[in-house]
């Protein structure tokens, strides 16, 4: 395991491609406050297509030309539309500036009215872009990316789901309850937290692997170090459920083999230089009180 330090910046930053949370009409004024900003700052904008229309505004992209016209992209809602924006920009390896309109804000730094005094700090370099841990998981030919979790349950609630994992093709367990969670560091304050796993600093590279309700007292979440293959399958007739990220849901088949291994890119988080981990675990979980 290792920490993936990062002081690569921007090689560009003149164009931002602002991509805003779903059935959100109301951030209009927020919205056209922020594009002034940014032009202010000798900084164009481009709008994803959904969130023109949602607006009324002129001239939307679709979302890969959005991309691929863009030097980075923003996001203006919470922590879940920067995740689906990250993991819809995977191929592009754009980098990410989320604005918090959210509720927990863990990952979306900048809240509106510090949008000024960030622009003048990214006009003169003064920022980080942190490198996060993506998890690629397989089922045959499906493949899928995830930015926190994968999660295996059972499909029906009712009953309990027996999972055998392997690491590099050798069994190392056997777990009987609710199901499993997968995460990344950066996934470990997410339903990994609420399933009783550990908190990981998000800039290691590492697997938390977390039973769910597990119906055993031995059994115990894992770190595991990011170059393992992890295959998860199981014997159930009724087989599983995959959810990536809460986002998206897949059909894993009696004996079918779901295979995690670190994705080949990072999701890439532009941030302000002051923002500590540890003082956000406080502000956000209540850390230590």
């Not at 481009?46 to 505004?57: F, G, R, T, V």
Request: glycine share 6%.
């Amino acid at each position: 395991m290792k920490i993936t330090n990062n002081n690569e910046l921007l090689e560009k930053k003149d164009i931002a491609g602002i991509i805003i949370k779903p059935n959100a009409k109301h951030l209009k004024d927020i919205y056209l406050q922020i594009k002034d900003l940014f032009n202010k700052y000798g900084i164009s904008v481009l709008i994803e297509e959904n969130s023109a229309k949602m607006l009324n505004q002129p001239n939307g992209l679709k979302f890969d030309k959005l991309c691929q016209d863009s030097d980075f992209l923003v996001t203006i809602g919470g922590d879940g539309t920067l995740i689906s924006v990250t993991r819809r920009s995977f191929r592009y390896n754009k980098a990410v500036l989320g604005i918090n309109l959210g509720t927990l804000g863990f990952l979306t730094t900048v809240l509106p009215d510090e949008i000024e005094d960030f622009l003048e700090d990214f006009k003169n370099n003064n920022y980080k872009i942190d490198k996060r841990m993506m998890i690629k998981a397989s089922i045959d030919l499906n493949e899928s990316v995830a930015f926190n979790d994968v999660v295996i349950r059972g499909k029906s609630v009712a009953h309990m789901i027996n999972l055998e994992a392997f690491i590099d093709g050798d069994r190392f367990n056997t777990y009987y309850g609710d199901g499993l969670v997968i995460s990344t560091p950066t996934g470990s304050t997410a339903y990994n937290l609420s399933s009783g796993g550990p908190i990981v600093y998000p800039l290691t590279q590492a697997f938390i692997v977390t039973p769910i309700c597990a119906h055993s007292l031995t059994q115990r979440p894992l770190v595991l170090p990011a170059n393992f293959e992890l295959e998860i399958s199981t014997p159930n007739t009724q087989g599983a459920v995959v959810i990536i990220d809460g986002q998206d849901m897949f059909e894993l088949k009696q004996n079918q083999t779901i295979k995690i291994t670190i994705a080949s890119n990072n999701a890439n988080l532009i941030r302000t230089k002051n923002r500590d981990y540890f003082k956000v675990l406080d502000e956000k979980l209540n850390w230590g009180n």
